[in-house]
């Protein structure tokens, strides 16, 4: 059974730069299938897809946050991460890993979520 | 960037009742529309892909149907384990997530 789990400071400072890793286990990220994502929930709101990436390394963002967004993929350790810049408390939020079936394009695994709050 | 519209954004409903749920894409996204149910303190779970087609393990009572701008989920016989939040989503794009309609199942 495919689980993705989510790690990273529950704890950011405004300006600073909020870092989270997914592992993945269970299959492989390498897989041609697949996307790997990262999608965040601000308490109480709705969510929001923050970018995807594919094991070879391309990847595509949300154009809201592209200037602050970095997805990355380290296939020898089987895990993607995330780097958003310059954070402000608007970035708190629970953020998800989750992997995404190429075509049709779907979320079929979610990691269970954890919260990173920005404040000083 | 894809706009994605729901309407409403909550309801109530009686065990049994048949409901329907709306989403608008602000272009035509043909059939990539995804449909996701989320339960509080949970990550959403997959309902409906490409518009009509249910994900495996998913009540047959949840149908989803619908292409270009304009889509439905309709959730038929409603069972108190529906009460949720669901999101469409468009995969046509970048994977935008409408606002959400929050079900709540008397």
């Known amino acids: 059974q495919l689980q993705l789990q989510e790690s990273g400071p529950g704890l950011v400072k405004p300006s600073e730069t909020l870092s989270l890793t997914c592992t993945v286990s269970g299959g492989s990220i390498s897989s041609s299938s697949y996307y790997w994502g990262w999608i965040r929930q601000p308490p109480g709101k709705g969510l929001e897809w923050i970018g995807s990436i594919y094991y070879s390394g391309s990847t595509y963002y949300n154009p809201s946050l592209k200037s602050r967004v970095t997805i990355s993929v380290d296939t020898s350790k089987n895990q993607f991460s995330l780097k958003l810049s310059s954070v402000t408390a608007a970035d708190t939020a629970v953020y998800y890993c989750a992997r995404q079936l190429r075509v049709p394009s779907f979320v079929d695994y979610w990691g269970q979520g954890t919260l990173v709050t920005v404040s000083s | 960037d894809i706009q994605m519209t729901q309407s409403p954004s909550s309801l109530s409903a009686s065990v049994g009742d048949r409901v329907t749920i709306t989403c608008r894409a602000s272009?035509?996204?043909?059939?990539?529309l995804n449909w996701y149910q989320q339960k509080p303190g949970e990550a959403p779970k997959l309902l409906i892909y490409a518009a009509s087609s249910l994900q495996t393990g998913v009540p047959s009572r949840f149908r989803g149907s619908g292409s270009g701008t304009d889509f439905t989920l309709t959730i038929s016989s409603l069972q108190p384990e529906d009460s949720a939040t669901y999101y469409c989503?468009?995969?046509?794009?970048?994977?935008?997530f409408g606002q959400g309609t929050k079900l709540e199942v008397k």
């Open positions: 989503q468009e995969s046509y794009s970048i994977l935008f």
């Open positions: 272009q035509s996204i043909r059939d990539y």
